[in-house]
């Protein structure tokens, strides 16, 4: 009789868990569980120094910024310590390497093109507007007054050199949005920058006649230099957004995109605009002024 009831118990008990809402496992993620077999996350961060996104602190080899904090919030959580890799040539090869699983992730400030979406998969964490720093002789050869409601118009029509970091989105934007230009591309920003301001040697011409990038790139350029804005004045473009994102291989987006989008949404407070970056870092920027 007790072995009968002792049955019972155990057929109503293997049951019981067979049938119950909660599982006995949790299901594996076999990326994340391979990342901290590994010990550490490999992040792929573009070649350049971005300030204050991404940069090596000055005299030091330390890399610093706030991409660099929410890899390493990341790492925090998975447990693990983190391991940047900067041997990509350019950004849209960052892009293409991450694809390819060279990375867990790829993060730095890097825009949205229909290209890249063939090579990777994106989660936003930034809204940026599009920005010029245009030559104010080169406005005032349009003929239009910028108050003007058609002066967007007239200036996305324009044969306008523009420069920017090769192989970038910007050169993709600057092909799109402005499809009579003439783009020109600069080994970095601080290139395209000094392209600008620095005229043609034997013919004093102007290079370029502006430059292209979000509105956290070009209006610390008058924050830093204001007089500067006597010969160039910024352009800000509301209707023409980059969305920041990081990106992800097939099998990141698998493993890691609801951890990450998590993590943006209770860690690092949502995506955030140009605005809020500008605010956050205001010190930053008004300190590179004096």
Not at 60 to 73: C, H, P, T, V
Not at 167 to 184: D, G, Q, R
């Amino acid at each position: 009789m007790l072995r009968f009831l002792l049955g019972c118990f155990v057929a109503v008990f293997f049951a019981a868990s067979f049938f119950s809402p909660f599982p006995v496992y949790a299901a594996e993620n076999v990326f994340i569980n391979t990342i901290q077999e590994r010990g550490y996350l490999k992040v792929g961060l573009p070649p350049y120094n971005t300030p204050p996104a991404y940069y090596l602190e000055p005299g030091s080899e330390d890399l610093q910024g706030f991409d660099i904090d929410l890899a390493q919030g990341l790492a925090s959580k998975l447990g693990v310590d983190i391991q940047f890799d900067r041997s990509s040539t350019n950004l849209n090869q960052l892009v293409e390497r991450v694809g390819a699983d060279d990375f867990d992730f790829a993060i730095g400030k890097l825009g949205l093109t229909y290209k890249r979406l063939y090579n990777a998969f994106p989660i936003q964490y930034m809204s940026f507007r599009h920005a010029l720093l245009a030559d104010r002789k080169f406005v005032a050869s349009l003929g239009i007054d910028p108050d003007d409601p058609s002066f967007g118009e007239t200036l996305r029509q324009s044969k306008i050199k523009i420069g920017s970091i090769e192989n970038s989105i910007w050169e993709t934007e600057s092909k799109e949005n402005f499809p009579n230009a003439e783009f020109i591309g600069f080994k970095n920003w601080n290139a395209a920058k000094d392209a600008l301001i620095n005229h043609d040697e034997k013919s004093g011409a102007p290079i370029i006649d502006a430059i292209y990038r979000d509105v956290t790139e070009i209006k610390p350029i008058v924050y830093d230099k204001p007089e500067l804005s006597l010969e160039y004045v910024p352009i800000l473009f509301d209707n023409i957004i980059d969305r920041k994102s990081i990106y992800l291989s097939e099998k990141g987006k698998i493993g890691l995109f609801d951890f990450v989008d998590n993590y943006l949404k209770e860690e690092w407070g949502g995506i955030k605009s140009d605005q809020d970056i500008l605010d956050e870092f205001e010190s930053f920027y008004l300190a590179s002024k004096s």
